[in-house]
């Protein structure tokens, strides 16, 4: 046992300090010089102070503004820790629903979240994106079609011809990967950030 | 199911098996101790370790030699990485102030790691401090997957070796995998993964104020790194809580289209260092092949349920597949392939809520995992995995002809067949027994998020991925518990350790061996005969062990939900 302990030991430490900080740290310094704007979680500035990162969805509830996909994170009660709260787009308590296929919970919720869209936008088929959680509760897509049905009331609420915007959205939808890999879709605040500067002018 | 999403998966087959015979080469060099590309490099490395921890390199193990030094490399590291998520709040590197993970949890995380599991009982961004991501949980992604492959390559040289009576050194297996295999390979995708968008940082969480002038805390870390083991090594632990799903650990369709590749790229090519090994590259091909076709199938159901939706969404005209759960950036195809993968082989990173799969389309998973993880499967587990099922399927072709079994001109025997049948029904045991305990206790009962057959499937999930060593959930079940975290820990101690020993018996056994040269009678063990008798016994143990309670969760649950039936919360 004992002509055991000392190859496990040191082995154990020095792998330990290769694979655990050596390996990490590399990377990190690494990453830092390559990809500085990436390694820092490609955050985006507007006037000197940082409006979220590219790859990490927002909550957006003005009329005016493309809406993402519903966010099933939570955040600690204030008036309780114990218990949790709503907090779509937590950014620090990543999620999904976990609700299964046959549970009313998400039965009834995507009843009401559908019947509102009908109201918004009524003849329009509501697209199945706009009324299902993601899996961390932080996408930062949503489909083509789910922006186009966005359309009339973001035009209404910003006082743009609707035209105009759906210009917008088409310029803003991103292809499959190589014309192959994972879905066509747009980038919610990056939409609404060009949705801002188009109004600014 | 569209065009474009069976062109994505015939992609991702193509890439994984073109990959088969490089990754093949390179790793049987390494076992082999030969010289390498790297060796200038690393050579001076590995020797000053040899060095420094008394090795001799050139001295070999004894089955039971090299079981115990595994076994007491393992606990050492149990240890290690307990203290450190005990006392993350007093070291180094936390920059968000976490605190002491509590026993219960650092026992289970601990356990989950070491036997490359990596169930999610902790929260990820919420409950760990940078070191203990880096220190902790980043280097037994490493080494627990390191030992996966020594054991397989100790279990290979049972096979190749005649009349011997060692298995190889535990020491030099370990630190030669490590070094020459998984370090290089995890550097460059680490830096792929940086140029995609995953984070690598240490600094703290960032404060955003958005458009709509609300605060979002956005945490981050050194990210890619972790990511990069977690895939290559099959361990699936997620930085985030979210795991891929995460735009942080898998920000576009590429890098996830990478990140499935190399779950299955060490794993798949493992097959071809045992054809290479044993002298005879068309017996790895053989073991391909019979997982090839349980993974082909796999897919088609998963991916068929998950796009042809639920009652639920369509009943309420929502066309387009079941996207509860699921990233825009991935859609259906690659979410659904993403699961298939990462149960099959021992992964269990997610980049989509199983929770919220429908029935089938989450059925697949479970079966997955329930076979023993042997559909390619984690970084050497899958092999060694799958040749204790080779051992039996050759025993009863014996049996159905009436001759002595022999596989690779090893006679198989009584202990063999023993030990095989000890490392497959150690997995039911705590998969259905662990399931059959919280089914009846309260403490078990008050786990489960959802009612009705879908919360059973949430209990049964989560023994059947502990036991097998895979640490994907259905995230509903409130797991951080004193129940949930001390009975999932045993699951995995005995999933992983009471499979490895087994294997390595049977090794020692088969080294001892002489071999027989091939006769008239032998049966060829590298075509199409052997390939469907394979995939029959598997099917056939897996079958009638697990049907009963596969019936009772998600075959249910697709009828009922088939007829409209829906489920409260809290039932």
Redesign the interface.
């Known amino acids: 046992m004992s002509n055991l302990l000392r190859p496990a030991l040191v082995l154990l430490v020095a792998l330990t300090a290769v694979t655990g900080l050596a390996y990490p740290l590399a990377v990190t310094g690494l990453a830092g010089i390559i990809f500085p704007a990436e390694a820092a979680g490609s955050l985006i500035q507007r006037d000197g102070r940082v409006v979220g990162s590219a790859l990490i969805g927002q909550s957006f509830t003005d009329a005016g503004n493309f809406h993402g996909r519903p966010s099933a994170t939570t955040a600690p009660d204030p008036a309780d820790a114990a218990k949790t709260v709503p907090a779509p787009y937590n950014a620090a308590n990543s999620m999904g629903s976990n609700l299964g296929p046959t549970s009313v919970a998400l039965a009834e919720r995507l009843r009401g979240d559908v019947e509102r869209l009908k109201a918004e936008n009524p003849g329009q088929p509501v697209p199945v994106d706009l009324v299902t959680t993601s899996g961390s509760g932080l996408d930062p897509d949503i489909s083509p079609e789910a922006a186009l049905f966005q359309v009339p009331r973001v035009a209404r609420a910003r006082n743009l011809p609707e035209d105009t915007v759906r210009g917008l959205v088409t310029a803003q939808v991103q292809g499959r990967t190589l014309g192959l890999l994972g879905e066509p879709r747009v980038n919610v605040l990056a939409l609404n950030l060009a949705l801002d500067d188009l109004s600014r002018r | 199911m569209t065009f474009?999403g069976w062109?994505?998966i015939a992609?991702f087959c193509a890439v994984v098996l073109a990959l088969v015979k490089p990754l093949g080469l390179y790793m049987t060099r390494v076992f082999t101790g030969e010289r390498t590309l790297l060796s200038p490099l690393l050579a001076p490395i590995e020797r000053g370790?040899y060095r420094?921890?008394?090795?001799d390199a050139r001295h070999e193990q004894t089955w039971l030699g090299y079981g115990?030094?595994m076994l007491?490399?393992h606990g050492?590291?149990f240890l290690?990485l307990y203290a450190v998520l005990r006392l993350q709040d007093g070291l180094p590197l936390n920059p968000m102030g976490q605190a002491a993970v509590a026993p219960d949890l650092a026992f289970n995380t601990a356990a989950s790691f070491v036997t490359n599991t990596n169930w999610q009982n902790y929260?990820?961004?919420?409950t760990l401090s940078y070191l203990s991501q880096?220190?902790?949980l980043?280097?037994q992604?490493?080494?627990s997957a390191a030992t996966g492959m020594a054991v397989a390559v100790a279990l290979i040289r049972g096979f190749s070796r005649a009349s011997a009576r060692t298995v190889g050194s535990f020491?030099v297996d370990?630190?030669r995998c490590?070094?020459y295999v998984?370090?290089p390979l995890?550097?460059g995708l680490?830096?792929f993964y940086?140029?995609?968008?995953?984070?690598?940082?240490?600094?703290p969480?960032?404060?955003?104020?958005?458009?709509?002038g609300?605060k979002?805390?956005?945490?981050?870390g050194?990210v890619?790194?972790?990511v990069a083991?977690k895939m290559l090594g099959t361990n699936g632990g997620g930085f985030?809580?979210?795991n891929a799903?995460?735009?942080?650990e898998n920000?576009?369709?590429?890098a996830?289209?990478v990140q499935i590749v190399s779950i299955f790229a060490l794993g798949a090519a493992f097959t071809n260092v045992f054809g290479r090994m044993v002298g005879d590259e068309r017996q790895g091909w053989a073991i391909l092949a019979a997982m090839g076709v349980l993974f082909l199938a796999g897919v088609a159901v998963t991916y068929g349920s998950e796009a042809a939706?639920?009652?639920?969404?369509n009943g309420?005209?929502?066309?387009?597949?079941?996207?509860?759960?699921?990233?825009?950036?991935?859609?259906i195809p690659?979410s659904a392939l993403f699961a298939v993968v990462t149960t099959a082989a021992s992964c269990g990173a997610?980049?989509?809520?199983h929770?919220?799969?429908?029935?089938l389309g989450g059925l697949i998973p479970m079966l997955n995992m329930q076979l023993g993880e042997i559909i390619v499967g984690g970084v050497g587990a899958g092999l060694y995995g799958m040749l204790v099922f080779v051992v039996v399927a050759i025993f009863v072709a014996g049996l159905m002809v009436g001759r002595t079994p022999e596989y690779l001109g090893k006679k198989i025997e009584a202990r063999e067949v023993k030990m095989a049948m000890l490392a497959i029904l150690c997995l039911p045991l705590m998969m259905l027994g662990g399931t059959a305990l919280a089914t009846v206790l309260p403490a078990g009962l008050a786990g489960p998020?959802?009612?009705?057959?879908?919360g059973f499937?949430e209990i049964l999930y989560a023994f059947t991925s502990a036991a097998a060593n895979n640490g994907s959930a259905?995230?509903?079940l409130t797991g951080n518990t004193l129940f949930y975290n001390s009975l999932l820990a045993i699951g995995m101690l005995v999933g992983r350790f009471f499979v490895i020993v087994p294997a390595l018996a049977i090794a020692g056994s088969l080294a001892a061996k002489k071999t027989l040269p091939a006769s008239a009678g032998t049966l060829p063990t590298h075509g199409g005969l052997f390939v469907g008798l394979l995939v029959g016994v598997i099917l056939i143990v897996g079958g009638l062990t697990f049907f009963p309670s596969l019936a009772l969760g998600p075959i249910v649950?697709h009828f009922?939900?088939a007829a409209g039936?829906?489920?409260?919360?809290g039932g």
């Not at chain 2, 940086?194 to 984070?199: L, M």
């Open positions: 474009n062109i994505q992609l370790l420094a921890a008394g090795i115990l030094a007491v490399f050492l590291g290690l929260g990820g961004e919420s880096m220190l902790g980043t280097h992604n490493f080494l020491w370990l630190t490590t070094l998984l370090l995890c550097a680490a830096l940086v140029a995609q968008g995953i984070p690598q940082t240490l600094s969480s960032v404060e955003a104020t958005t458009l709509e609300t979002q805390t956005i945490a981050l050194p890619a790194s972790q083991i985030f809580n979210a799903a995460h735009p942080f920000p576009t369709a590429l996830n289209f939706g639920s009652s639920v969404l309420l005209g929502l066309s387009g597949g079941n996207m509860e759960g699921k990233e825009i950036r991935f859609g690659a997610v980049n989509a809520m929770d919220s799969f429908t029935a998020a959802n009612a009705g057959p879908h499937s259905l995230g509903g649950e009922a939900g039936q829906t489920f409260p919360a």
